[in-house]
């Protein structure tokens, strides 16, 4: 009773007190988030999409959603280019957690045209003769059932398809594009599990192989948990040096420039170690997206079971978007520790370019030797990555737009190639292709050209770029390591080459499918930007050139 009047007497005096204020509405530029909402807003409709169109009508109405989706997004990036938000009016939108500048605009431009010729290659139905009448294409007819199962082949019998990876594959797109503009520790970390949990997913959909493709998945979901386990620990260890997830309020600890210091984090930000081991746990779990060496594991198994149109998205998006995130966080929040953080990368770089160039050497699966070939070429990258200047940043956006046109082209190749099991990767299998088919043999060998590094490819472009950048920066020695494991690349791409052009076709040997439009722009878009950027590169040079500032 005595605690019920103690507390009627209270009333009076909280009701006496002066009201609380209003907690203010948070203001967010929609127009300069809108690539990201476009793409988001076409996810949420394709998933309503798949729960009240009729079955026969949801491949259509899919692709042209997703593919309206992503050109709307790519007019909404033209636009705020054009608007000059990627140059003077570059700032830091969304209460501050996504940068709107030029770095984040161009890579969000390149993630999505890499995107919408990736679902070409989603949507292609012409590959695999028909099943009881009906096209088929690369995703399992009934993701839920168990392979082999009655279930299974009751769905195929039906006709049914996996619409589904079309949203699936926009929500991953929308996590991609916040990745490298996101400016807090906290954006950052959601950006990546939007656009991992999908990527899960996809990789344990394929028609053919199903067991091979669902153990890539679990592989990948495995070690991308903790990946974002060791991101999440750092990113609570940074929290607790400097009081706050956003980038610049860490730079400024970082930098001790920081004006007013909260006394309760007097004693924390003088603690170097939280800063060092948190900023090395985040970089882990960026280097496992990119897949660099040793966070590369999951990379071949998980290219050689996936889908092949899953794993030219996967190989091209997902390393922009990851490449994205890593140069913003050491450039914008820890330019202050360059020494600490230079001479890890420098050792993460050689270890990764000598590794992805030897190993690719003893493969005998195409799509596992182009996973070695992607680690090889995160390597490649990392040296401009290291070169910590304008021209450094340059020449990596440059990089990532050439090779990512490159890689989904590739795949896209990789999937006509057939024989009565699906796809035939087994190298032996692609002996006297050039002879049986030359148009295919032709287009898959610009490619390996390009990425070999020949001249008047992308490649040779690109390595040029970053290789010049790293020199300009000190890290001469890294270019050497450079130059050599493009030399031991060379020879596996050419082997392959020599394999197509100069060998006796077998009598059993696999056929190339006649692929529908959808994959036949894919491949052109592909060596058509091979050529160009090999050709006349300067011009696109000049536009990453533009967009290489970061907002502060």
Not at 143 to 152: H, I, R, Y
Not at 229 to 253: D, H, P, Q, T
């Amino acid at each position: 009773m005595s605690t019920l009047t103690a507390a009627q007497s209270l009333l009076p005096t909280l009701a006496a007190a002066a009201p609380i204020d209003k907690i203010p509405a948070p203001q967010i530029e929609y127009a300069q988030l809108s690539p990201t909402l476009i793409v988001l807003g076409a996810a949420i409709i394709g998933v309503l999409v798949e729960a009240f169109v009729p079955r026969k009508a949801r491949y259509y109405t899919q692709v042209f959603l997703a593919v309206a989706a992503l050109a709307s997004a790519f007019a909404a990036v033209v636009g705020l280019a054009a608007g000059g938000y990627g140059s003077s009016k570059a700032h830091i939108a969304a209460m501050g957690a996504i940068a709107v500048d030029g770095p984040a605009l161009f890579l969000q431009g390149t993630i999505i045209l890499a995107s919408v010729v990736a679902i070409f290659t989603f949507a292609e139905r012409r590959l695999d003769p028909a099943a009881h009448g009906n096209r088929v294409d690369s995703f399992a007819a009934q993701a839920a059932s168990v392979p082999g199962s009655e279930s299974e082949k009751e769905a195929v019998k039906a006709g049914f398809a996996t619409t589904e990876v079309f949203p699936l594959a926009l929500f991953a797109v929308a996590g991609m594009l916040i990745f490298p503009a996101a400016n807090d520790l906290l954006t950052l970390f959601v950006a990546l599990e939007v656009f991992s949990l999908p990527l899960y997913l996809l990789c344990a959909l394929a028609r053919r192989q199903r067991l091979m493709s669902q153990e890539a998945a679990v592989k990948y979901f495995l070690l991308g948990a903790f990946s974002s386990a060791f991101l999440l620990f750092g990113i609570a260890l940074v929290y607790g040096y400097a009081g706050s997830v956003s980038y610049a309020a860490i730079a400024e600890v970082v930098d001790g420039t920081v004006a007013n210091i909260d006394p309760a984090l007097a004693d924390t930000m003088g603690n170097d170690a939280l800063l060092l081991i948190g900023g090395a746990l985040i970089l882990m779990g960026l280097l496992f997206k990119v897949g660099a060496v040793p966070f590369h594991m999951w990379t071949p198994d998980v290219y050689q079971g996936a889908p092949t149109p899953v794993t030219g998205f996967m190989a091209a998006a997902t390393k922009v978007a990851a490449f994205g995130a890593l140069l913003r966080l050491l450039y914008v929040v820890l330019p202050g520790l360059r020494w600490d953080w230079r001479p890890v990368m420098w050792g993460v770089a050689i270890v990764t370019m000598l590794a992805g160039a030897i190993i690719a050497v003893t493969q005998t699966d195409v799509k596992r030797l182009l996973a070695y070939s992607s680690i090889a070429h995160a390597g490649f990258i990392l040296a401009g990555v290291i070169a910590t200047s304008e021209q450094g940043v340059k020449s990596v956006l440059f990089y990532l737009a050439a090779y990512s046109f490159v890689t989904i082209g590739a795949f896209a190749v990789v999937t006509l190639v057939r024989d009565a099991g699906g796809e035939a990767t087994h190298l032996s299998k692609w002996a006297g292709l050039g002879r049986r088919s030359p148009l295919t043999a032709a287009v898959f060998a610009v490619f390996l050209l390009a990425f070999a590094g020949i001249p008047l490819t992308s490649g040779f472009s690109g390595k040029f770029a970053v290789f010049q950048a790293a020199a300009e920066g000190g890290a001469g020695a890294l270019v050497v390591v450079g130059v050599i494991s493009s030399a031991i690349a060379a020879f596996f791409y050419i082997r392959v080459i020599v394999l197509m052009f100069f060998s006796e076709p077998k009598a059993d040997g696999p056929t190339v499918a006649v692929p529908s439009p959808l994959t036949m722009t894919t491949i052109a878009v592909g060596v058509a930007v091979t050529v160009v950027l090999g050709v006349a590169p300067q011009y696109f040079l000049d536009l990453a050139g533009s967009a290489s500032t970061f907002v502060r």
